[in-house]
């Protein structure tokens, strides 16, 4: 058999050349000095590296290339889930730097295993093909294992990474039986191919094959929390150091929805019959069940961990519909829900002290008389959450609902609105506990938040972004556009 | 010469292997079987690709195997430090007894 070897192009994927150099000095820094300014440095690198390659990413967004004999591609739609996924990492490195301070994480480590991580998320999002796409996962969530035990010490964390790497490997195993049932049916691993195959007219619709599919609906069901394999999310999300929950409610969420789609929108749209249904009946439970869920929580950090796996409900009823018009509203949604949970957790952060998290709502209550500016950037993101007008969360919504009305699934945007009416009394519930509450007498004495200027930049960016995709969306929704164009 | 097995046999085997392997996953009340059981939910993967390459003559099936060992392999790594690391806290690696976080 005559192979081909490919030509050796470093100019497509540097982006991600830039993150794995960037990753591999941070280890190092971490393996030659244990002395602060070494952490320092780490975190130095990790910024600078992910801003480079963001720039490098924006560069490429009009180069479109299949490169690698097809099993890396350059496309809008990755380059957007790409710059989301460095967007994140930037955010979450600021948010980082007083934060692992406080918390003694090993520092070298944790900005290295970050980087990572968004290797992982940038790989899986840019390829056709299910071997890269596979690799990208687990490169992705093998660091976020490692990532969630990173509080030494802690039993919660340990505990969260034991549960998250049990359930994450569970899941995995299901991705890969549906790959390999999949493969099995065509005998095709480019998703490219597959949906050529699928429209030529030699394919039948084999049980094999559907089986497959519904594997891999649990596999990607797995990775963005949707019920009912939503069970590690809460645990996970609470356990895990809350910097890293940042990262996983919406790096880990938004890449695996960006796999998810490609897989399905490219290879699978001809079929959308066949698995609409099963996303129908998944989008209305995890809608429901993530708001109903939410509602009893008494704790700030799980209710935003439920909160989560309802917004991944709001996703999949433009997922369901299936055309340009709703792959436009999933993506904006993402952009949309990635700023105002990275906002949400940065508030977390700040009212947290070492060792003690403090997110139960009782010490919120009178957080508006003591500390308002804070109170007022958490309104912001939990209104934005609810979907209150003007901020971006409530164009989200719009977006995502009225692809599905337009598509005549009345059931699907009547439920959707019903789950918003009852998401908005725990988000304002909060809000309420904040101005209206006073601290209780017999409370422990606040003490500081722990503020510093990094955190500042982090609500500044993301209040700044949800107003300004709540009040202009148009330039956003082109950019959107162009990013799933690659579907049609 | 052994006589070769038909690809539904394998198919069939794999099904089984699967099964088998998810639901010890779930049953199971020790965290170092419960990653065995993963492991042979993998293996049924395998059995599949090796399978299908076989009868389809396509060499990505076999290919994609090297990979998924591969990825076992990391995967056994970080997962053995990880039970290694709930053990010195807790003295158990149960999971029924690891229940803090819960809600």
């Not at chain 1, 899986?124 to 660091?143: K, N, P, Q, R």
């Amino acid at each position: 058999m005559l192979v081909k070897i490919p030509e050796l192009a470093f100019g497509p994927i540097l982006p991600e050349l830039i993150i794995t150099v960037s990753a591999m000095t941070a280890l190092l820094l971490g393996a030659f000095g244990r002395r602060a300014i070494v952490g320092t440095i780490a975190g130095a690198v990790a910024l600078v590296g992910s801003g480079l390659a963001l720039l490098f990413t924006l560069s490429l967004w009009n180069a479109g290339a299949a490169v690698y004999n097809g099993l890396y591609t350059i496309d809008t739609f990755g380059t957007f889930f790409k710059a989301l996924a460095l967007i994140v990492a930037i955010l979450v490195t600021l948010l980082s730097l007083r934060y692992v301070e406080r918390e003694d994480i090993v520092k070298g480590e944790y900005y290295a295993l970050t980087l990572f991580g968004v290797l992982g998320m940038m790989i899986m999002v840019s390829s056709t093909h299910f071997v890269t796409i596979f690799i990208g996962l687990e490169v992705m969530s093998i660091a976020i294992y490692v990532l969630c035990g990173m509080l030494s010490g802690n039993p919660r964390s340990a505990e969260a990474s034991l549960k998250y790497f049990l359930l994450g490997a569970f899941a995995t195993a299901f991705l890969l039986y549906g790959i390999a049932l999949v493969y099995a049916a065509t005998g095709l691993l480019d998703i490219r191919e597959i949906a050529d195959y699928i429209v030529s007219g030699r394919f039948q619709l084999t049980p094999l094959f559907m089986i497959g599919i519904a594997m891999l609906v649990v596999g990607f069901g797995f990775k963005t929390a949707a019920v009912p394999f939503h069970m590690w999310t809460p645990d996970v999300y609470e356990g895990a150091p809350t910097s890293i929950t940042a990262f996983m409610a919406t790096g880990i969420k938004a890449a695996a929805f960006g796999a998810f789609l490609r897989v399905f929108y490219t290879a699978f749209l001809p079929l959308l019959g066949a698995w609409s249904g099963m996303l129908w009946l998944i989008a209305v439970a995890t809608m429901t069940i993530g708001n109903i869920t939410a509602l009893v929580q008494d704790d700030v950090k799980r209710m935003l961990a439920y909160s989560s796996i309802a917004h991944a409900g709001y996703i999949l009823i433009a997922f369901v519909v299936g055309d340009l018009f709703s792959s436009v509203g999933i993506l904006f949604y993402i952009l949309v829900y990635t700023f105002m949970n990275i906002g949400a957790f940065t508030v977390v952060i700040i009212l947290g002290q070492k060792g003690r998290q403090r997110t139960g709502i009782e010490h919120y209550a009178g957080l508006a008389g003591r500390h308002p500016l804070i109170a007022i950037a958490m309104t912001v993101f939990l209104l934005s959450l609810a979907g209150m007008p003007p901020l971006a969360g409530f164009m989200g919504k719009f977006y995502v609902l009225s692809a599905a009305i337009k598509a005549k699934y009345y059931w699907l945007a009547v439920i959707g609105v019903l789950n918003s009416v009852v998401a908005a009394y725990y988000y304002l519930r909060v809000v309420m506990y904040m101005y209206f509450r006073e601290a209780a007498a017999d409370a422990e004495p606040a003490g500081r938040p722990d503020f510093s200027p990094a955190y500042g930049v982090v609500i500044a960016v993301s209040v700044w972004a949800l107003f300004h995709m709540g009040i202009f969306p148009r330039g956003f929704l082109l950019i959107a556009q162009r990013s799933v164009e690659i579907f049609m | 010469m052994l006589p070769e097995l038909s690809t539904t046999v394998c198919f069939i085997l794999s099904g089984v292997l699967f099964t088998i392997g998810a639901v010890g996953a779930i049953l199971r009340r020790n965290v170092i079987v419960v990653f065995m059981c993963i492991e042979l939910m993998l293996n049924a993967v395998n059995l599949v690709f090796i399978a299908a390459a076989n009868t389809l003559a396509s060499m990505d099936g076999s290919v994609f195997v090297f990979f998924i060992m591969t990825v076992a392999a990391v995967e056994a790594a970080v997962g053995l430090a990880i039970f290694v690391m709930v053990f010195r806290q807790r003295n158990t690696i149960d999971p029924y007894e690891i229940d803090l976080l819960k809600g």
